[in-house]
């Protein structure tokens, strides 16, 4: 039988306590893992051990998709009403409230950041995001369409069916909230991945659903590995859809193993290395504030992290100066203490990848304006890190580092941004920092990017959809785009008078 | 004055309380200038079950006031979709938790049995009041290519404004939830005014809009006379739009109040005569419970109330004879009572009109099949009526009785049915029965009326529009479609590249 986990937390922050199964779910059952393996869910404060959890493999998802589907054919799916649907998940957002902080030290315990964080913008947004989609459940609508008057012609906008989701480390609920807002509330069943260095909040989610009245195999979770369970969710010719989040190296893997299998249907939300442009107009101070968010929120372990920073000649060294003083006042330590502003990177792995880009960025040549090293002694911490005087051919500024690593290059003109900043595989996001709005808009509307900010950055909302141009991905999340990834469309004629 | 009475719940041995004031600016206050009252009956007793404060026109006026201040402040597009959703939705947790009072109140004003007062009326405002929660996020507009190298056009869905608000006695709670959801959602302010005649839900509800933690002014409820309060909204120069739900002849003085003041936007939900068409391959057991519904419910109190079948000569006695003991089945008795499946009829004023109609049936010469008799007693009792052998001309057959008062005709064709179907003014509902799929789909097509049900009546769902054809409304309510009712659309050039040379 799989282990009841339970911690207690007595810091300056947060006080409480939680206890939940560590097994894998599914069918609303908790189980071992069919090979009966754990996998060790590390503190990256610390470096050690939080708990084991029941490693899923093959068999599992096996199970965990004859649930979804018994699911789907019998108490979800389009057997429950639109206005049903709206009230489970409805339900859901307040049972998450109930336990909000709960949750939120769970996530900072489990991921590096900060306890104020996660509580104020992880699981806030997450509740806000299921409240969200919970509100489209009986507004799926398909269309009457006129040919002619011997025939009726209409659409059925259909939940898929069973769906895999395979979610990152990075802000692990609110992954979880973006995939089962959408899927749910248009009748989809769910097999869902969350990553095996940070399961732990997707595993309580468990019991939450349960609480709020989530029938048994609407969500079955099983924590596992990438090549093992990720590979097993993409081949999968029984999973009609897969949604993924993480590197594009991944989401290759997950498109091909797709089209080799069943031409299910894929959306990704991949990597990005995402332009912020500072015009010589900008509001100076509002731009050093909003840049430093854009690459040092989360530890910079966000896809669309604004780590590229253009900054227009002629504010450069003062924007420099700013921007490392700002910087610097990033308060680094305990997730958990009060007054700081950033964790530790989420893992040994992360932290290895990371100050290698930082050590090549150092033997390519680049200036080191701020950081480039490591925070204290114990878990994965790295100081905020800021590179200058670099060229486009430096790997720190070619690829997704996904840490608090920024790279400032001056440029002359709008042509010259624009150029530049377009010379990427990725396109996941953009900011632009004008007083000047024509010269705004001009601009955010010739970057190649999903999302473009103007005079803000990474500031979303569960109404605007998100996603990537190019190699940054497939698809929306969030908005009411986000359904139409989630619904198959069935066009229905009725012939009344036709004769053949 | 103290504005709050209680009353007595007879049969269930406890006591409600009531505020008795006019509810603007989230506090209950008395009339700047007016001594009047209004007196809230029980229909079943007669008996007067409370006195509120009648409002005034300039009441009204201050009303207005208070509305405009809130959109202006801290309501229209000062307030995020989200926090609308987040305040709607308490509203309905709240309504939800009180809803058994709520039934009480609404039993004891209306008559209508309590449980479907507290089953149906309610738990179907709460869900209507959840779903347009869910819609307040995400009120989009378009943004639509013109030129990429100079402008950007996009369209912008903004609130109207004050929005006036007259509901019916019919389905009191019912019909606010209608009102009061979509114009909350999209950002709109609300100057209420429910019926004189069931005004006691109406302010009840006000107590929870304020615990609910609406900023004050947002909903104003001002219960007054249709002559008073109702005109004085139609024809405000500062109410950006009404919206009424009741007789057409009513609201032909509304949409002319509109028309004289300041073109403010009016949709009107108004009277129907619906007609119900029985075809030979119906399942006519299914068809004559369909039917019976059409008219009994509600004591045949609804706007899209079944009132005319007609059936097709082949199954014409048979079907009649289902019809009967069908509609025989129903128990008009007290609403407190567990076998009532109808009340009384709402008022007086109603019973005598409905008397009326059925008088004139007779003397028009049409066969009383069921029903047709007074009862002795207090109470505005009006037994399920059926007439047959009737005639087009018939005044039961033209006008809406709004009772339990059912005529039924014959048909040979399929034409034949559709022509005597369309042959009114109203356009509200309709009703076919048949087992031949294509011919549901000619009949359907062919029926005009706003909402035509196949093989079912009366069931309405808050996610599908409704409203009436030809002279049973203006406008929709409920689904998507209620939202535009509410919404101004604002469309916006923004040039960004375009130098003007001047002169042309």
């Known amino acids: ?500 | 004055m103290s504005l709050s009475t209680t009353i007595q719940v007879p049969n269930l041995n406890k006591t409600l309380t009531i505020p008795t004031g006019l509810f603007i600016n989230n506090e209950f206050v008395a009339s700047v200038d007016s001594q009047e009252l209004i007196h809230a009956y029980n229909p079943a007793t007669e008996e007067i079950i409370a006195s509120i404060v009648a409002g005034s026109a300039k009441d009204i006026d201050i009303a207005v006031a208070a509305a405009r201040k809130a959109f202006n402040t801290t309501w229209g597009k000062n307030v995020t979709g989200w926090e609308r959703s987040r305040l709607i939705n308490k509203l309905a947790d709240l309504i939800e938790r009180d809803a058994q009072e709520l039934a009480e109140l609404e039993t004891l004003n209306n008559g209508k049995p309590m449980r479907i007062a507290r089953d149906f009326d309610i738990g179907d405002s709460i869900q209507c009041l959840r779903y347009y929660a869910g819609f307040a996020d995400k009120i989009t507009g378009q943004t639509i290519e013109v030129d990429n190298k100079s402008k950007l056009a996009f369209t912008r869905h903004e609130p109207i404004g004050v929005c006036g608000q007259i509901i019916p006695w019919n389905y009191p709670i019912n019909m606010w939830a209608w009102k009061v959801a979509p114009a909350l959602a999209v950002g709109c302010t609300i100057v209420m005014k429910p019926s004189e005649i069931t005004p006691l839900t109406a302010l009840k509800l006000s107590e929870l809009i304020k615990e609910a933690g609406f900023p004050p002014g947002v909903v104003n409820t001002v219960p007054s006379l249709g002559s008073v309060g109702g005109a004085a909204l139609s024809s405000h120069l500062d109410v950006d739009k009404v919206a009424f739900t009741g007789s057409t002849v009513t609201g032909r003085r509304i949409m002319e109040a509109a028309a004289k003041s300041n073109l403010k936007k009016v949709s009107l939900e108004l009277g129907g005569k619906s007609p119900q068409l029985i075809f030979e391959s119906a399942d006519l057991d299914q068809a004559a419970s369909w039917a019976a519904l059409g008219i009994c419910y509600n004591t045949g109190q609804d706007c899209t109330a079944g009132s005319r079948v007609y059936v097709q000569e082949s199954i014409y006695d048979k079907f009649v004879e289902i019809l009967i003991s069908k509609v025989k089945a129903q128990i008009i008795g007290d609403g407190f009572q567990e076998s009532s499946g109808g009340g009384p009829v709402v008022s007086k004023g109603q019973y005598d009109r409905v008397w009326n109609y059925i008088e004139s049936g007779k003397k028009a010469g049409a066969k009383v099949a069921l029903g047709g008799e007074k009862r002795e007693g207090k109470g505005y009792w009006v037994d399920p009526t059926i007439f047959t052998d009737i005639t087009s001309d018939m005044q039961i057959v033209q006008e809406e009785i709004f009772g339990p008062v059912l005529v039924v005709g014959v048909f040979k064709t399929e034409e034949e049915g559709i022509a005597l179907a369309n042959n009114t003014t109203y356009g509200l509902g309709a009703g076919l029965h048949s087992n031949d799929a294509s011919q549901c789909m000619r009949v359907s097509s062919a029926l005009e009326a706003g909402t035509v049900w196949v093989n079912q009546y009366n069931i309405l769902n808050n996610n599908v529009p409704f409203g009436g054809k030809k002279q049973s409304g203006i406008g929709r309510e409920l689904g998507s479609y209620a939202l535009e009712e509410y919404t101004s659309v604002k469309a916006i050039h923004w040039n960004f590249g375009e130098k003007l040379e001047w002169p042309l």
Not at chain 1, 35 to 64: F, H, Q, R, Y
Not at chain 1, 265 to 271: I, R, S
Request: hydrophobic share 40%; glycine share 10%.
């Open chain 1, 1 to 500: 039988m799989p282990e009841v986990f339970e911690y207690t937390w007595d810091t300056p922050t947060y006080k409480g306590k939680t206890s939940f199964n560590t097994g894998v779910h599914i069918g609303g059952k908790w189980l071992d893992g069919s090979n009966k393996t754990t996998i060790d869910i590390i503190n990256p404060t610390n470096g050690k051990l939080i708990t084991k959890v029941s490693e899923a493999v093959e068999a599992d998802v096996e199970l965990a998709v004859a649930a979804a589907q018994k699911a789907f054919d019998t108490v979800w799916g389009l057997n429950a009403s639109g206005s049903t649907r709206s009230e489970l998940l409805w339900s859901l957002a307040k049972t998450m409230e109930k336990h909000q902080e709960e949750l939120a030290a769970i996530e900072a315990l489990d991921n590096g950041k900060t306890f104020g964080w996660a509580n104020g913008t992880d699981v806030a947004f997450s509740i806000a995001t299921i409240k969200y989609f919970a509100g489209w459940a009986d507004k799926v609508t398909g269309q009457t369409i006129e040919t002619d008057e011997k025939k009726f012609s209409y659409t059925r906008h259909e939940p898929i069916g069973v769906i895999g989701q395979i979610i990152p480390w990075n802000f692990p609920l609110l992954m979880w909230s973006w995939k089962i807002g959408p899927a749910l509330a248009t009748g989809n069943t769910v097999v869902m991945k969350p990553s095996e260095f940070t399961p732990l909040t997707a595993l309580r989610m468990c019991s939450i659903m349960e609480e709020a009245g989530i029938p048994d195999g609407v969500v079955n979770t099983v924590t596992g590995y990438g090549h093992i369970v990720g590979s097993a969710i993409s081949s999968h010719m029984s999973i009609d859809k897969v949604a993924f989040t993480g590197s594009t190296l991944v989401g290759r893997k997950i498109m091909e193993a797709a089209a080799k299998s069943n031409l299910k249907t894929v959306t990704l939300e991949l990597g990005g290395k995402s332009p912020n442009i500072i015009f010589d107009d900008a509001d100076l101070e509002q731009a050093v504030n909003w840049t430093s968010h854009g690459i040092f929120w989360n530890h910079g372990q966000a896809c669309c992290a604004g780590s590229r920073i253009f900054v227009q000649e002629g504010i450069y060294d003062e924007f420099l100066k700013r921007f490392v003083a700002r910087a610097a006042e990033i308060k680094l330590g305990d997730p958990f203490e009060a007054g700081i502003d950033q964790g530790p990177q989420v893992s040994q792995i992360q932290y290895d990848r990371i100050m290698g880009y930082i050590d090549s960025g150092k033997e390519q040549g680049a200036t080191v304006a701020l950081g480039g090293e490591r925070h204290g002694t114990d878990g994965y911490f790295i100081k905020p890190t800021i590179f200058t005087d670099v060229t486009t051919d430096m790997k720190i500024v070619q690829e997704e580092i996904f840490g608090p690593v920024g790279v400032v290059i001056k440029f002359k003109d709008q042509d010259d941004v624009i150029k530049q900043a377009n010379d990427t595989l990725y396109g996941l996001a953009s900011a632009v920092f004008s007083q000047n709005i024509n010269l705004a808009i001009e601009t955010g509307h010739k970057l190649k990017a999903g999302t473009v900010w103007i005079n803000c950055a990474n500031q979303l909302h569960a109404q605007v959809p998100f996603g990537g141009y190019k190699q940054s991905g497939i698809g929306r999340e969030l908005g009411e785009y986000a359904l139409h990834h989630y619904t198959n469309i069935k066009a229905v004629h009725i012939n009344l008078r036709h004769r053949m």
